[in-house]
Each structure stands twice: as structure tokens, then as C-alpha cells.
């Protein structure tokens, strides 16, 4: 599985922006699919996931209500719509696929995820 994500840039704080991943093979509808982040100097951390038909969403607290992930699987693609953005938004933004049967309570584990994408940077501008 490969994953290419675009769509980062510079924006300003309070704007908006969407990531879009687009994933190969022929079995995309599934993979659960998210997306992490990594902030200059900190950790990487879990943003959204998406179940295989998109029935089913999660989100970290720092993004919940302004983040909507979603999917169309059709298209061999997952969306992070980023809304009301900070500067703490500020990140490499990385898209995610995991293989794995069952997902359980791991969803906003980096270790359910065998595929990443290479990342996509957002700039938050104050």
C-alpha cells in the first residue's frame, strides 16, 4: 500500500484547509485509515480515524469539533477537513492505513497502522 497526502500549505490562523490521501491497491475499502502529526520539537500524536466504510469516526481531543475526517472509498481516498485552525495546528501531517482485522480499542495507536504516507506540512500563521 502506498499513501501520498497533499493539500498542507500556510494558513492563516482561524482559516482552513484539506488534507487528501491517496492510497493504491484495490483493497482500500478495507483498511482503516487516519491521520497523525508531528509538531516541531514534540511527539508524534493520533488526529482522526475513519473505519473501513466510514461509518464510524475518531478524533483526538485538541481537534474534536474543528476536524472532520471522511473517505470515499470509490476514489482510494481519505479527507482531513481542518476548520478553525491554530497555530498549535502547525504540523507534519501524516495519512495512515492499517491491515489489520481488528482494530479494538487501538484506533489512536501509531502500533495498528502498517502504512504511512509521507507527510504533509500545515503552517498555522498567527
Known amino acids: 500500500v502506498q499513501l501520498q497526502a497533499f493539500g498542507g500549505g500556510l494558513v492563516q490562523a482561524g482559516g482552513s484547509l484539506r488534507l487528501s490521501c491517496a492510497a493504491s491497491?484495490?483493497?482500500?475499502?478495507?483498511?482503516?485509515m487516519g491521520w497523525f502529526r508531528q509538531a516541531p520539537g514534540k511527539e508524534r500524536e493520533f488526529v482522526a480515524a475513519?473505519?473501513?466504510?466510514?461509518?464510524?469516526?475518531y478524533h483526538s481531543d485538541s481537534v474534536m469539533g474543528r476536524v472532520t475526517i471522511s473517505r470515499d472509498n470509490a476514489k482510494n481516498t481519505v479527507y482531513l477537513l481542518m476548520n478553525k485552525l491554530k497555530p498549535e495546528d502547525t504540523a507534519v501531517y501524516y495519512c495512515?492505513?492499517?491491515?489489520?482485522?481488528?482494530?479494538?480499542?487501538?484506533?489512536?495507536?501509531?502500533?495498528?497502522?502498517?502504512?504511512w504516507g509521507q507527510g504533509t506540512l500545515v503552517t498555522v500563521s498567527s
Open positions: 495512515v492505513a492499517s491491515t489489520k482485522n481488528s482494530v479494538g480499542n487501538y484506533v489512536k495507536r501509531e502500533a495498528l497502522y502498517d502504512y
Open positions: 491497491g484495490r483493497t482500500f475499502s478495507s483498511y482503516y
Open positions: 475513519i473505519s473501513r466504510s466510514g461509518s464510524d469516526t
